[in-house]
């Protein structure tokens, strides 16, 4: 939208001029309603984006369907269509139900490498949602991994959280990331999952702009809007 104005101090005024604010941009594919699927059996690839379509967000699916089935889905509910993310244990691996802005670069053992984030430049305030969610008591505290001479050692992490229900958790990040490139990819963020080389998103990060989170550790039965 193009504005005019002028500056006015008692009698006089200066000639007008005008500024054009920048479009609104809508959050593409915001209401989760397009997905596509590739492969067949018990290993069907769930894609948060309509066939032929180029994508804007992304899960953890790939990484999942290496050994089972996708677990960050899409279900049908009274006329509209949601993302369903649910966080199981998958053959050998607990996968956390997940959808992200940004895509799944490769699997790395059983481990992600993911590029975090998508170019964005509107000016956004806020991220208002409806979600529903279903908690479970936790567990799981770990796993069994294997060392440099092949032997496999139990670990026990978060012992303390067992018995505690386990909780959602939604954020937005707006940052000025410079772009890594990772195998040929160009990505604004580079997360790696695999313990040894572990990278994850930090909210302190000294190029963050603005972040907020919700987490919730309790059921929320009926689609409740959050801002």
């Given amino acids: 939208q193009t504005y005019e104005y002028r500056v006015t101090a008692g009698s006089s005024a200066t000639q ?4 054009t ?33 180029q994508s804007f967000w992304d ?32 053959v050998i691996k607990f996968a956390a139900g997940n959808i992200f802005t940004g895509s799944y670069v490769e699997t790395y053992g059983t481990n992600g490498v993911l590029s975090f984030g ?21 567990n799981r505290m770990g796993g069994e991994w294997k060392n440099a001479w092949g032997n496999y050692i139990k670990r026990e ?13 939604v954020y937005i990040a707006l940052a000025d990331w410079e772009p890594v490139t ?3 990819i160009e990505c604004p963020y580079l997360i790696h999952t695999r ?3 572990l990278h994850l998103f930090n909210p302190n990060d000294e190029h963050i702009i603005a ?17």
């Avoid at 609104?24 to 032929?52: I, K, M």
Wanted: overall charge neutral.
């Fill in 118 to 138: 998508r170019p964005f430049t509107s000016f956004p305030t806020k991220l208002r949602f409806e979600y529903k969610y279903k908690t479970s008591p936790i």
């Fill in 195 to 197: 313990p040894s080389e």
């Fill in 16 to 19: 007008p001029q005008t500024f």
């Fill in 182 to 184: 990772y195998k040929g």
């Fill in 59 to 90: 899960t953890g699916n790939r990484g999942a369907t290496t050994v089972g089935a996708s677990n960050s889905t899409y279900a049908d509910e009274g006329g509209r269509r949601y993302a369903n993310l649910q966080s199981k244990y998958i």
């Fill in 157 to 169: 992490m978060y012992e303390n959280m067992k018995g505690q229900p386990d909780s959602c958790s």
């Fill in 21 to 53: 604010t920048v479009a609104a941009t809508p959050l593409e594919n915001g209401g989760f309603d397009n997905w596509s699927t590739t492969g067949t059996g018990n290993r069907v690839l769930y894609q948060p984006w309509g066939e032929g379509q």
């Fill in 211 to 227: 972040f907020a989170q919700m987490t919730v550790g309790h059921d929320v039965n009926q689609w409740t809007t959050e801002t």
